[in-house]
């Protein structure tokens, strides 16, 4: 049977366990195979059989969600969830706190505060706590309770006891005080109001919301961001002419032209010239790929050299480049979130909650102990169990960590990103540009007898000067000042020849002194061939019928590289090279930083391939990588760390950014995550504590308002002191 795939924008999750709701529903259908990601707000669905997009989409939409197939997605610029929220928390801040000063500071309660408190609690309570309202309406309608559940639940016990006790109770009349009195007593109740408990937690809790949203609205960055990278406007020749086009509107089979330092416009075979292609962008690696008629090029890369015609082979969503950008979509869809962890507690606790609220009820009622003190008691477990620490338990250590990380030099993208850390046992390194430095550097220079190696490298660097090559920048970035060349021609892909100093000089490659009958000493045909096992590049120099000197280029390891592989070691990760490389460089590379497993010549696609192979394999597995090349691996790995000197679709497909190109940040990156998330977890323990050891005393009808708001109070206080304690990391 055939099966379609396609994807549906959702909106209106509120937690992990809004997707996983979502998902079973869907996988219910016969023929249908859903995953949605609560990250970028997307469903992936393989469906069969008699089903329509629009069955799909109204299957969602009865689970209690909004629902969009692409097409309606695209036409209607998607609102921005976080201005709604914005001035939902900017309301309820602005109103929540002469709420909460009149209710904590007896001195400030003048005769009618109760009312003014009333007057601004009201539109907190319904405009500002309306999202915690409606999703717990929407998991009540399935049978399911979550964070919000318990929100909305405590916030409107708090609130409408309140309306109870003012209208109906005592509490309204003029002169009305809630004195500091710290006594156990049982009581009625009815002259007590609950209304900063009601106003505080939804304000702390949108706190919370506001910046979990902001970060998430971040993840489909990536992608616009790789698709950004192609040419925009391209040269082709239509009836002998060149006509400059934009670049969407190329066909396959057209001939385009590329000059140098322009980027190719798409996939193709080059039909004239030669040239070096600058394929780093999309390979990672940092040595250009010399092209001449009949060769494959790829979209994106840069002509670094000579002037190119290509002919078009692949265009729109067929090129290299827009299947990587499946690739990270694909990864970023596929990545199981963390459902999180006070989703998974508010789903055990709730129905306690509410079981012990209703039993309290039947107990006084019971044991006539008087409808007001019954009810109050019920009343009071509602409020007590409402977690307003909760709320701040995760925000509040994320924000102190990645406050304390920016200054570190590491950004922390979003909560899910900490759990990953503690389970992670394989970190996967990206060699260039993340061991090595990406950039080509002159390792040695190996001279024939009676010459000065001096001399060797200024009448090398004087030829190559004039090139734009990466390995040509190195000799001369060696070389330091060159004297001046005459009749300089460069020899595709052979090397350079000139006369510098009055002598005939040869720059280039072994065929190249062949062609002028130049024969190789011993000495420096070993220093050629031992550069060369080592995956380096020899350049061979020579002047006046003689071979002079053997230059080794390579791309070098970074100073700090191998600390950093010893400190992944002391986490207890296994550390594993991965590149597109030869083997012979990627084995003297892990030989000097002190890796053991080496995957090498890997394709960029597949790179992808490696990290689910050893997800297939048990490992939870952690990348690290700087190139667009290795944007699909990050998103795939459970723990994705972009070196910021890489480029912006690497850093926007990472779950981590490490600002300084050092590797050592990513050792200091998952210590700090981990130390965040223990302190999390923490804050969660200690948040929920605080409710579960007062919620007997509401339960016996023995909680006054004054106890109710210190013990709330004072886990706020725990909460963020314990998060504060991460400033202190190293």
Not at 566 to 595: C, K, M, S, W
Not at 640 to 653: F, H, P, S
Request: proline residues 3%.
């Amino acid at each position: 049977m055939a099966t379609d795939t396609i994807e549906i924008s959702i909106g209106g999750m509120t937690c992990a366990s809004c997707a996983a709701r979502i998902e079973r529903k869907l996988n219910k259908l016969e023929g249908v195979e859903a995953s949605v990601n609560y990250a970028t707000e997307k469903a992936k669905v393989s469906y069969a059989g008699d089903l329509t997009p629009a069955d799909l989409v109204k299957v969602v939409e009865e689970t209690g969600y909004t629902a969009e197939l692409p097409a309606a997605a695209t036409e209607t610029e998607a609102p921005d969830p976080t201005r709604t929220l914005r001035q939902r928390l900017i309301t309820s801040a602005v109103l929540s706190v002469p709420v909460v000063v009149l209710a904590m500071v007896p001195a400030l309660q003048f005769e009618y505060w109760q009312w003014l408190s009333l007057a601004l609690a009201g539109p907190v309570v319904t405009y500002a706590a309306w999202p915690f309202h409606k999703a717990a309406w929407t998991n009540l309608k399935h049978g399911a309770a979550t964070m919000d559940t318990l929100i909305s639940l405590g916030v409107g016990a708090a609130f409408l006891w309140s309306l109870y006790a003012l209208f109906l109770g005592t509490a309204g009349v003029p002169g009305m005080t809630h004195g500091f009195t710290f006594t156990v007593e049982r009581m009625a109740g009815t002259g007590n109001i609950y209304l900063e408990v009601a106003a505080g937690v939804t304000t702390f809790i949108l706190a919370g919301r506001f910046f979990e949203v902001r970060s998430k609205r971040r993840a489909g960055a990536a992608l616009k961001a790789l698709l950004e990278l192609g040419a925009k406007d391209v040269a082709v020749i239509r009836d002998g002419r060149e006509t400059r086009i934009p670049a969407d509107r190329l066909e396959a089979g057209d001939l385009f032209v590329v000059r140098p330092g322009e980027k190719i416009a798409t996939d193709g075979v080059v039909e004239e010239g030669s040239s070096a292609v600058d394929a780093s962008m999309l390979t990672g690696e940092s040595v250009p790929v010399e092209v001449r008629p009949g060769d494959a090029v790829v979209g994106a890369t840069v002509n670094a050299g000579g002037r190119l015609v290509v002919r078009a082979t692949r265009i729109g969503s067929d090129t290299q480049l827009a299947q990587m950008a499946r690739l990270v979509e694909d990864a970023q869809n596929g990545k199981a979130e963390v459902q999180r962890l006070a989703d998974r507690i508010s789903a055990v606790f709730v129905p306690i909650v509410i079981a012990l609220a209703v039993g309290t009820l039947g107990f006084w009622l019971g044991t006539g102990g008087g409808a007001g003190a019954a009810f109050t008691a019920a009343v009071a477990v509602l409020i007590i169990a409402c977690p307003c620490a909760l709320g701040l338990a995760t925000p509040t250590a994320l924000l102190v960590g990645t406050g304390r990380g920016a200054q570190l030099g590491i950004l922390i993208k979003g909560p899910e990103v900490l759990e990953s850390t503690r389970r992670v046992d394989t970190v996967v390194l990206d060699k260039t540009g993340t061991v090595t430095t990406g950039q080509m550097s002159l390792v040695s220079v190996h001279i024939a007898d009676g010459e000065n190696e001096d001399e060797v490298l200024k009448l090398a660097g004087a030829l190559e000067n004039a090139s734009e090559h990466p390995i040509a920048r190195a000799i001369v970035r060696a070389a330091g000042d060159v004297p001046e060349v005459e009749d300089f021609s460069n020899v595709e892909g052979l090397g350079v020849q000139g006369v510098v100093n009055a002598r005939a000089v040869l720059v280039g490659r072994e065929r190249l002194l062949g062609d002028w009958s130049v024969q190789l000493g011993e000495t420096l045909r070993e220093a050629k061939e031992a550069a060369e096992r080592q995956g380096r590049t020899a350049v061979l120099v020579a002047w006046d019928g003689k071979a002079r000197g053997v230059l080794v280029v390579a791309d070098t390891v970074k100073p700090t590289s191998r600390e950093a592989v010893a400190g992944l070691r002391e986490l207890g990760l296994r550390p594993v090279l991965l590149t597109g490389d030869n083997e012979a460089v990627a084995e003297a590379v892990a030989a000097e930083v002190g890796i053991d497993e080496v995957i090498a010549e890997v394709l960029p696609a597949d790179k992808v391939d490696v990290v689910k192979r050893l997800q297939d394999e048990g490992r939870v597995v952690a990348m690290v990588g700087d190139g667009v090349n290795d944007a699909a691996a990050l998103a795939q790995a459970d723990l994705g760390l972009a070196m910021g000197t890489g480029t912006d679709v690497a850093i926007e497909a990472g779950d981590l950014t490490l600002v300084r190109g050092d590797l050592r940040a990513a050792v200091d990156a998952i210590r700090l995550a981990r130390r965040t998330l223990t302190t999390i977890k923490g804050n969660l323990f200690w948040a929920f504590a605080y409710n579960v050891a007062a919620l007997p005393l509401a339960a016996l009808g023995l909680l006054n308002p004054m106890i109710a708001g210190a013990a709330m109070a004072f886990s706020s206080v725990f909460v963020v002191s314990n998060s504060l304690r991460l400033r202190g990391f190293r």
